[in-house]
């Protein structure tokens, strides 16, 4: 199985910082990434797939970059609404698919 | 609009069989570029895909959890089920399931739905 390492796996930020979440697969897989945000008690919420296309109603501050086996999530100003955990997942050709451990996002 | 919504019971004792059901709606279960995936999280824990069926019947399955999971879908009554046998505490979580969309030749898991939380204890 491919497997996917989040860093940092905690980081501390304040409002309006440029924050930067890597995610590194154990073997190449394209563009066939996506990105979550999940806050506590809550349902995963798709923001990014195909590893940089944002998805429908996500605001433009989020963007993803990458390919191959190194990608990055990025919030160009956190918000106070920001604040959640954050998970990468590999989608590539065939199952199974991946998560990674997730990077908590709290206020400094 | 879109929704999935799962069921099943709160609590469940080692060794038994776990039945969850996701009743979906706004979509069909019979549309070709769609399918549902059932993914948990143990309290505090990551996220962890489980299994996926498409609407041709097509399924796979976590290789760790393979032997334990069987995941099926009617159609006609827009649900999709996920049994687990041999039920063990650390299968304590939230699971959930998700829409999975084809979009282009990418797949998204782009609608979820709310959870439930399975505690396995005697």
């Known amino acids: 199985d491919i497997q996917l390492t989040q860093s940092p796996s905690f980081l501390s930020a304040s409002v309006g910082d440029r924050v930067t979440i890597t995610c590194r697969a154990s073997q190449g897989i394209s563009s066939y990434l996506a990105w979550y945000q999940q806050k506590p008690g809550k349902a995963p919420k798709l923001l990014i797939y195909a590893a940089s296309t944002l998805q429908s109603g996500v605001p433009s501050r989020f963007s993803g970059s990458g390919s191959g086996t190194e990608f990055t999530l990025t919030i160009s100003s956190l918000q106070p609404e920001d604040f959640a955990t954050y998970y990468c997942q590999q989608l590539n050709s065939y199952p199974p698919w991946t998560f990674g451990q997730g990077t908590k996002v709290e206020i400094k | 609009q879109v929704t999935l919504k799962e069921s099943g019971p709160v609590l469940v004792k080692p060794t038994e069989t776990l039945t969850l059901t996701c009743t979906v709606s706004?979509?069909?279960?019979?549309?070709?570029?769609?399918?549902v995936s059932w993914i948990r999280q143990p309290p505090g824990k990551a996220l962890e895909w489980l299994a996926h069926?498409?609407?041709?019947?097509?399924?796979s399955y976590s290789t760790s959890l393979k032997s334990r999971l069987t995941i099926s879908k009617d159609t006609s009554k827009s649900q999709v089920v996920l049994t687990m046998t041999n039920m063990d505490p650390v299968d304590t979580a939230t699971y959930y399931c998700?829409?999975?969309?084809?979009?282009?030749?990418?797949?998204?898991?782009?609608?979820w739905g709310q959870g439930t939380l399975v505690t396995v204890s005697s």
């Open positions: 069926i498409f609407s041709n019947d097509e399924k």
């Open positions: 998700a829409r999975i969309r084809w979009e282009l030749q990418h797949v998204l898991f782009d609608y």
């Open positions: 706004g979509f069909s279960l019979s549309n070709a570029r769609m399918g």
